[in-house]
C-alpha cells in the first residue's frame, strides 16, 4: 500500500520538491498552501506522474479548515503515515524597533501553526501505533542571529516543543524529527528582509547583514538539493533528531556546541560582516 504524506506549505520551494521526490517514489501525496496558483501547477506535476494526490487552497491559521482537512485525507486513503510541518515566515529587524503585532502574528505562523498540524494528525497516528512528524526548524532554532530575534524566537521555540512531545508520542510509535538548514536558495529571505529607516541606529549594520546574506543565499543549497536531504530522512527508518541539509548549518552547530561564547560570537559577527 502506497505510503501517505501530508505536507504544508506544499506549492513551493523545498515543500514542492519533496512533494514531487516521494511521488516519484510511489507515495500519495496531500498537502495544503495559500497560494492557489502555484498548488494548481503542481497538481499538474503530480498528474503526469500519475501520482495520487489531495491538494487544498488553505491557511495554517485555519484552524477549523486544517481539521476537515485531515478529516478528507484519511477518508480518502484511510491513513496518514508522515506529516511535514513546512510553513514559516521570515521576520527581520532590529529588536528594539520590532512591531510586537506583527511579531505576534509571526508566532502564530511558525509555531502555533506547527502546532495545529500535529495535533490534528497525531491522534490517527497513535491509534495506528505508527508515524512520522517531519518539522522544519533552522539553524537559529539554537544558534541565534542578530537581527533575526523574532524569527529565531519562533525557531527556538518550535526545538523545545518538538524536543517536548517526542517524549510524549514515542510510545505509540510516532518518529519525530527537525530539519535544521541555513540558508537555501529561494526567496523565503527577500519576502522578510526589510530595512530600518535610515535614522535607525541599527540601519549601517542592517545594510551590511543584508548584503551578506544576500550573497551567502545566491551560492547556498538549492530547494532540489535540500529536498533530496529532507527525502532521505523522510524515508528513514530511524530518523535522527537533528538534520542539517546544508554545510552552514553543520559546521556553526558544531561551533556551537564546543566553543566557547566569546569566540562564537566573533565568528558569527565576522561572517556576516557586522563587526563593530
Do not use: W
Not at 125 to 145: D, E, H, T
Not at 218 to 227: D, E, G, L, V, Y
Not at 243 to 267: A, C, E
Amino acid at each position: 500500500m502506497s505510503k501517505v504524506i501530508v505536507i504544508s506549505g506544499i506549492a513551493q520551494g523545498m515543500g514542492r520538491e519533496v512533494s514531487l521526490m516521494l511521488a516519484a517514489k510511489g507515495y500519495t501525496i496531500c498537502g495544503f498552501d495559500i497560494e492557489k496558483k502555484h498548488l494548481d501547477s503542481l497538481s499538474s506535476e503530480l498528474t503526469k506522474l500519475n501520482a495520487n494526490f489531495h491538494l487544498e487552497t488553505l491557511s495554517i491559521t485555519e484552524s477549523d479548515k486544517i481539521l476537515k482537512f485531515k478529516d478528507s485525507v484519511i477518508k480518502k486513503f484511510g491513513k496518514v503515515d508522515t506529516v511535514v510541518s513546512n510553513v514559516g515566515i521570515g521576520f527581520f529587524g532590529p529588536f528594539e524597533e520590532v512591531d510586537l503585532n506583527k511579531a505576534l502574528q509571526c508566532f502564530d505562523i511558525n509555531v502555533i501553526g506547527c502546532a495545529r498540524l500535529l495535533q490534528a494528525f497525531i491522534p490517527s497516528m497513535r491509534k495506528a501505533s505508527q508515524g512520522k512528524l517531519i518539522v522544519m526548524s533552522s539553524l537559529v532554532g539554537q544558534v541565534p542571529f542578530p537581527f533575526e530575534s523574532i524569527y529565531s524566537a519562533t525557531k527556538f521555540a518550535i526545538e523545545g516543543m518538538v524536543s517536548s512531545l517526542r517524549y510524549e508520542v514515542s510510545p505509540f510509535g510516532i518518529q519525530v524529527a527537525m530539519i535544521q538548514p541555513a540558508q537555501v536558495s529561494t526567496n523565503f529571505a527577500a519576502k522578510a528582509q526589510k530595512l530600518p529607516e535610515k535614522e535607525s541606529p541599527y540601519f549601517e549594520r542592517c545594510v551590511r547583514f543584508i548584503d551578506r546574506d544576500n550573497d551567502l543565499i545566491r551560492s547556498a543549497t538549492n530547494p532540489k538539493q535540500a529536498a533530496e536531504r529532507i527525502v532521505k530522512v523522510i524515508v528513514s527508518n530511524r530518523p535522527k533528531l537533528f538534520n542539517q541539509v546544508d554545510f552552514m548549518s553543520t559546521f556553526f552547530l558544531g561551533l556551537n556546541r564546543f566553543l566557547p561564547q566569546k569566540l562564537k560570537d566573533k565568528i558569527l559577527l565576522d561572517h556576516m560582516n557586522i563587526n563593530v
